[in-house]
């Protein structure tokens, strides 16, 4: 019940991260082996959600990390305006008409992991940045801290150079 209830917000998520369909089932298959096998530490006055998230959401740093994927690095500070147009078109959302979509995706890729989950749990799944803290084990204010730097490193991105350069 716990698997067909969660299962595609789960894989979605790491969809989104790893961009590609194997890996993804994959993780989200050793995201819920990871999670029955945790079940006598779960931690009933927390969201059974968010706890699922963040082992979804280790599984796939931990994955990214190990497969060296091109990244930007967190301290590395970006250019430009924080994108809030381009996020506020719903370039998130499964819709092809919006030739933003491709882009951003294609960007995102190309932030480190630490940046691409806290986009993904803010934008795809609309979680604030409390919730995002809880499920990384972080403050609120670190989550903030890489939305915003992600954002400035996007936006820097798509004023400065063109996607044949990256």
């Known amino acids: ?22 890996d ?8 819920f082996l990871r999670f029955f096998r945790s079940l006598d530490r779960f931690d009933s006055s927390r969201s059974l959600s968010a706890w699922l998230l963040r082992i979804a959401s280790n599984q796939t740093v931990d994955f990214l990390r190990k497969r060296r994927i091109d990244t930007v690095s967190l301290d590395e500070e970006g250019r430009g305006e924080v994108l809030e147009s381009l996020l ?7 819709s092809s ?6 882009r951003l995706e294609h960007l995102v ?5 630490g940046y691409r989950i806290v986009l993904e749990l803010r ?3 609309g979680l604030q940045p409390g919730e995002i803290a809880e499920i990384l084990d972080v403050t609120p204010a670190t989550v903030r801290s890489r939305l915003h730097r992600a954002h400035r490193q996007l936006a820097g ?3 400065g150079k063109d996607l044949s350069d990256l």
């Open 88 to 94: 506020q078109t719903d370039a998130w959302e499964d």
């Open 24 to 31: 993804a089932r994959d993780l989200t298959q050793e995201t």
């Open 1 to 22: 019940m716990l698997v067909e209830r969660y299962d595609r917000r789960v894989y979605a998520t790491i969809y989104r991260l790893v961009g590609s369909e194997p």
């Open 97 to 102: 008409s919006d030739p933003n979509r491709e």
């Open 157 to 159: 991105w798509l004023q």
């Open 123 to 125: 934008h795809a799944q």
């Open 109 to 113: 890729t190309r932030l480190a992991p």
